[in-house]
């Protein structure tokens, strides 16, 4: 029986994975940018004059990064069950076959799938595949093993002795990627209007991750990060 309960559940989880999709959105978006500033048009200033400087992109990757953990734990702390797999399961099934689509039936190499400019919609649905993919990987990698289980609460704790800094970072990083977005919305509009469809991607992902940032950061999402429990040690009988 559904009820109001479990729904919002699946609201929340629907809305975690939300986040984390367009916290690696942004870093698929401004991969590209960053690869063209650095290496393919080295001379390249990109959505000048009203982006000050090409290397501002860098905080807006360092705000979707300092998102993910806070996003992901809105999911994982909801009980949702699971359908015949771990969501793990499904996220390496669809990054699979979405890295075979590339590798077979795109010419674009897949380490370059993210840098290279392309309008083509059967790349870009392979690109939001591979996104989707790495979402859900995200969202259930405690549960892969107890490797990566160990490995996440290490790096737990030591976020947790540094949480005031990341706090602190999360608004810095966060008006940094809406500065970037309103830069791209300037120039789109005033200087290259002929950009304004892909450029609206990368715009309404970088909005959101300035957006998450400041909410999460008003919720104190890193500040209320606590040291993982150590379990304790199973009795030999």
Same mark, same amino acid.
């Given at each position: 029986?559904?009820?109001?309960?479990?729904?919002?559940?699946?609201?929340?989880?629907?809305?975690?994975?939300?986040?984390? %999709?367009?916290?690696?959105?942004?870093? $698929?978006?401004?991969? $590209?940018?960053?690869?063209?500033?650095?290496?393919?048009?080295?001379?390249?200033?990109?959505?000048?004059?009203?982006?000050?400087?090409?290397? #501002? %992109?860098?905080?807006?990757?360092?705000?979707? =990064?300092?998102?993910?953990?806070?996003? !992901?734990?809105? &999911?994982?702390?909801?009980?949702?069950?699971? %359908? #015949?797999?771990?969501?793990?399961?499904? $996220?390496?099934?669809?990054? !699979? &076959?979405?890295?075979?689509?590339?590798?077979?039936?795109?010419?674009?190499? #897949?380490?370059? *799938?993210?840098?290279?400019?392309?309008?083509?919609?059967?790349?870009?649905?392979?690109?939001?595949?591979? *996104? !989707?993919?790495?979402?859900?990987?995200?969202?259930? =990698?405690?549960?892969?093993?107890?490797?990566?289980?160990?490995?996440?609460?290490?790096?737990? @704790?030591?976020?947790?002795?540094?949480?005031? &800094?990341?706090?602190?970072?999360?608004?810095?990083?966060? $008006?940094?990627?809406?500065?970037? !977005?309103?830069?791209?919305?300037?120039?789109?509009?005033?200087?290259?209007?002929?950009?304004? =469809?892909?450029?609206?991607?990368?715009?309404?992902? =970088?909005?959101?991750? &300035?957006?998450?940032?400041?909410?999460?950061?008003?919720?104190?999402?890193?500040?209320?990060?606590? +040291?993982?429990? +150590?379990?304790?040690?199973?009795? @030999?009988?």
């Amino acid at each position: 029986m559904v009820t109001a309960a479990s729904v919002w559940v699946i609201v929340k989880k629907t809305f975690s994975l939300t986040l984390i %999709f367009n916290a690696l959105m942004t870093l $698929g978006c401004v991969a $590209g940018i960053i690869y063209g500033f650095y290496l393919a048009f080295p001379n390249w200033q990109p959505y000048t004059p009203y982006l000050l400087d090409g290397n #501002l %992109f860098w905080f807006a990757i360092a705000a979707a =990064l300092i998102n993910i953990f806070p996003s !992901a734990a809105i &999911g994982r702390a909801l009980h949702t069950g699971r %359908f #015949l797999f771990h969501h793990y399961v499904y $996220g390496f099934f669809v990054l !699979a &076959g979405s890295s075979a689509y590339v590798f077979f039936f795109t010419p674009i190499p #897949l380490q370059n *799938l993210f840098l290279v400019d392309s309008s083509s919609i059967v790349v870009n649905a392979v690109r939001v595949c591979l *996104l !989707a993919g790495v979402a859900l990987l995200l969202d259930d =990698l405690p549960d892969v093993n107890k490797r990566v289980e160990a490995g996440l609460n290490w790096m737990k @704790s030591k976020a947790f002795q540094v949480r005031k &800094g990341l706090h602190i970072m999360q608004i810095l990083t966060g $008006g940094f990627a809406i500065y970037c !977005a309103s830069a791209m919305i300037l120039s789109t509009v005033f200087v290259d209007a002929q950009r304004a =469809l892909p450029n609206s991607f990368c715009i309404g992902s =970088l909005l959101i991750t &300035g957006i998450t940032s400041f909410v999460l950061a008003k919720r104190g999402a890193w500040l209320k990060i606590t +040291p993982p429990t +150590p379990k304790a040690p199973k009795l @030999s009988v």
